[in-house]
């Protein structure tokens, strides 16, 4: 089976140097691949080269073993940047419209809504318009959106960000149940101890280039990571 994404050579770098410059990422079904790195070292950027939202100087991007403008979107879920919702619609109209962009039949779409609002706890605000849900809540409406069609590949930058600890666990949960049906996911996040939790992988970015791999069982990850950007930063 074709890798959920396998990205090779990607280069794009930006007017004051800075970017992604010469990566090589590669996520399988089924595998959780963790993305960490320090503020500015080019996670977002690798995550919208991955997903064509942004064009790469040099290099190319596979997914599920076709190049992106023949990709089958239906099949990707993700979030980068910040969750995509319309204020004025409620949670479930914004998932339905979500599942409806995502190419979910339309006799399912009300299920599917269901069991996203479910697992991630958003009952209560299920008929309260985005525009006034908390920071925490919309960015589980965000993820709902981005995982209830079952995508094949998931991608989602910093998802911890602003969810409650309740919040994260149910992410960690969601992400898990996803990878055991055969989903790849490619994950950021700036919590190592989240990361060490669900990952298969662990890859490391520092100035837009990929410098090695943690140990999700290791003993010290945080020692490890930083020792691999010291020595890193050292060399160059
Ligand atoms: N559209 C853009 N135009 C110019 N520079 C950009 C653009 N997008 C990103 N950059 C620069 O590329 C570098 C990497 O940014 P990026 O957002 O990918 O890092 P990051 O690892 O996601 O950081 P953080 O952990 O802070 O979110 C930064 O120096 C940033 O200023």
Redesign the pocket.
């Known amino acids: 089976m074709a890798d959920a994404v396998d990205a090779r050579g990607l280069v794009r770098t930006?007017?004051?140097g800075?970017?992604v410059r010469g990566v090589d990422i590669r996520v399988a079904p089924g595998e959780i691949h963790a993305l960490v790195?320090?503020?500015?070292?080019?996670?977002?950027?690798?995550m919208r080269l991955l997903l064509g939202m942004l064009k790469p100087d040099r290099g190319t991007v596979a997914i599920a073993g076709r190049s992106l403008e023949g990709a089958d979107w239906t099949t990707v879920g993700h979030l980068v940047d910040y969750p995509l919702a319309y204020g004025e619609l409620t949670c479930r109209q914004n998932l339905a419209l979500g599942a409806r962009l995502h190419g979910v039949a339309p006799a399912a779409i009300e299920g599917i809504v269901d069991a996203a609002i479910e697992e991630l706890h958003l009952g209560q605000y299920a008929g309260r318009r985005a525009g006034k849900l908390s920071l925490g809540n919309k960015q589980r409406l965000g993820l709902a959106s981005a995982l209830q069609h079952s995508p094949r590949f998931i991608v989602l930058?910093?998802p911890t960000n602003t969810l409650d600890p309740a919040g994260v666990i149910l992410l960690r949960e969601a992400l898990l149940r996803r990878s055991d049906t055969g989903a790849g996911v490619f994950v950021?996040s700036?919590h190592l101890d989240e990361v060490a939790r669900v990952a298969d992988r662990i890859s490391v970015?520092n100035a837009g280039r990929i410098i090695g791999t943690l140990d999700p069982h290791g003993i010290d990850i945080e020692r490890s990571f930083f020792e691999l950007v010291h020595s890193d930063d050292v060399t160059a």
Not at 37 to 46: C, M, Y
Request: no cysteine; charged share 25%.
């Open positions: 930006f007017d004051d800075t970017g790195g320090l503020n500015g070292a080019g996670k977002s950027t690798l930058d910093e950021s700036h970015l």
